[in-house]
């Protein structure tokens, strides 16, 4: 099992940094894809970033790019997903995810999560 603890949210103004951090214990990440999630109030969850195991393939949703990085360091078993230039509309409570299955298509790296953290919550005032 893989238990993950996300952390680093909070309140920012439009325009802002934060950098997410999610933190494995169980089993090492240099086994699983990794990804992170969001949903808002009265939205259903999506995909905002996606990491292969091995690192050598990313992918984010078109909305986050150019303004959003996810990244993995395996020896310290941590995933991060820096997030520039926040908008209003990125406010969500975000999940980092790890599965073993990514499904390649035209839109792009679909993670398939298999564990799941608890979220942290993203504010993002204007």
């Known amino acids: 099992q893989v238990q993950l603890v996300e952390s680093g949210g909070g309140s920012v103004q439009a325009g802002g940094s934060l950098r997410l951090t999610c933190i494995a214990s169980g089993r090492a990440l240099r086994d699983y894809n990794m990804g992170w999630f969001r949903q808002a109030p009265g939205k259903e969850r999506e995909s905002v970033a996606v990491?292969?195991?091995?690192?050598?393939?990313?992918w984010h949703e078109d909305s986050v790019q150019g303004r959003f990085i996810i990244s993995r360091d395996d020896a310290k078993d941590t995933i991060y997903l820096s997030m520039n230039q926040l908008r209003p509309e990125d406010t969500a409570v975000y999940y980092c995810?790890?599965?073993?299955?990514?499904?390649?298509?035209?839109?792009?790296?679909?993670?398939?999560?298999?564990?799941w953290g608890q979220g942290t919550q993203v504010t993002v005032s204007s």
């Open positions: 990491i292969r195991w091995d690192g050598r393939s990313i």
């Open positions: 995810a790890a599965g073993s299955t990514i499904i390649n298509g035209k839109n792009g790296m679909k993670l398939v999560g298999d564990y």
